[in-house]
């Protein structure tokens, strides 16, 4: 019966994005459920998270430009790629869509699902969800799941939704 109710199977999920864009926030807040003081990322931290009775082993990525080549050493065995956009940060959209693109390429992730975080709508200027799913051109997106989630992760919102879509995705 308990082999039935918790396979004991982990989950590999990557938290990539730009520098600041609030990828370390999110899975510091997933592990303790507060807001925690963070450093730029060099390099990764990797946290597991227990959700339903699933266990993810989250890898948050730096999102520095010099580290952003080692991206794809992450991907083997991912089940999802969770990609935190700032909302805020209008002028270096494009330079996230072409990583995006980059990595949707990549053939380790071609079973991996696709989360965006449309991160920090708390900030004024901030673009929506739908106007960041039109810049990203998300919707061309025709080989796998994918979905975008509206997110503030100093207040914690949107982010038990992400994780549900998440847990009924893999």
């Known amino acids: 019966m308990w082999r039935l109710w918790?396979?004991?199977?982990?989950?590999?999920?990557?938290?990539?994005?730009?520098?600041?864009?609030?990828?370390?926030?999110?899975?510091y807040h997933y592990l303790t459920g507060d807001v925690?003081?963070?450093?730029?990322?060099?390099?990764?931290?990797?946290?597991?998270?227990?959700?339903?009775?699933?266990?993810?082993?989250?890898?948050?990525?730096?999102?520095?430009?010099?580290?952003?080549?080692?991206?794809?050493?992450?991907?083997?065995?991912?089940?999802?790629?969770i990609i935190v956009i700032d909302s805020a940060d209008i002028v270096r959209l494009a330079v996230i869509k072409s990583q995006l693109y980059t990595m949707l390429e990549h053939e380790d992730l071609s079973k991996a699902s696709l989360l965006v975080l449309a991160n920090k709508q708390d900030l004024e200027g901030a673009l929506t969800a739908p106007e960041i799913s039109n810049q990203l051109g998300l919707i061309n997106i025709k080989n796998r799941k994918w979905q975008i989630q509206s997110c503030s992760a100093l207040k914690g919102e949107g982010l038990n939704e992400a994780l549900e879509w998440i847990a009924n995705n893999i």
């Open 6 to 27: 918790w396979s004991g199977e982990e989950h590999k999920v990557i938290l990539v994005g730009l520098d600041n864009a609030g990828k370390t926030t999110i899975l």
């Open 36 to 81: 925690v003081d963070t450093k730029p990322t060099i390099g990764s931290n990797v946290e597991e998270i227990t959700f339903r009775n699933l266990k993810f082993v989250m890898w948050d990525i730096g999102g520095q430009e010099s580290l952003r080549q080692s991206w794809s050493s992450y991907y083997n065995h991912t089940h999802c790629v």
